[in-house]
């Protein structure tokens, strides 16, 4: 972001930024994988807001704290995991490429039985057992698949 932006968009862009800051402290730290995973699940609709907005991705959709940091919740560590595995096997795949590894895997790290990518779709936590989408495990599979599955949160460029 940035770059590519013409001078009136940043500017406005700039004061929007300016504005929320002032209007929501905890709105300050906006690490880099929080907003690459923001665009990545189609979570952001084109403002920018998104990715200012903690109701849209809080940190402990992969963070145990609200702030961040360690520890990670099992989605988390299922992210450090995909990491790990693929450092060992050679690999230098950067965070969009594990997401979707991650994702396209078909793994369940709440283990609430509702798919992490499938949660991603239906907009509740991976990461949390309390949080799983509404409606039959089946039913909602069906409709994911529907319109795309997993591959829907492959990097964008592939
Ligand atoms: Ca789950």
Same mark, same amino acid.
């Given at each position: 972001m940035g770059v590519g932006l013409k001078l009136t968009e940043k500017h406005v862009l700039g004061g929007l930024i300016a504005l929320l800051v002032l209007a929501a402290p905890a709105a300050l730290a906006l690490p880099k994988y929080r907003l690459q995973a923001i665009n990545q699940f189609h =979570?952001?609709? @084109? +403002?920018? =807001?998104a990715a200012l907005?903690?109701?849209?991705? $809080? /940190? $402990?959709? /992969?963070?145990?704290?609200? $702030?961040?940091? *360690? !520890?990670?919740?099992p989605f988390g560590e299922a992210i450090q995991a995909t990491f790990k595995a693929n450092a060992e096997a050679g690999g230098k795949a950067k965070f969009p490429e594990i997401l979707f590894t991650l994702l396209e895997s078909g @793994?369940?790290?709440?283990?609430?039985?509702? !798919?992490d990518a499938l949660e991603v779709w239906a907009k509740? =936590? !991976? @990461?949390? *057992? *309390? +949080?799983k989408p509404d409606g039959v495990l089946e039913t909602v599979q069906a409709e994911f698949e529907a319109v795309g599955g997993a591959e829907q949160f492959m990097p964008r460029g592939k």
């Open positions: =979570l952001d609709d @084109g +403002s920018g =807001l907005d903690r109701r849209v991705m $809080s /940190c $402990s959709y /992969c963070h145990v704290k609200e $702030s961040g940091g *360690a !520890p990670w919740n @793994g369940d790290a709440d283990g609430d039985t509702y !798919p509740t =936590l !991976p @990461g949390d *057992a *309390a +949080s």
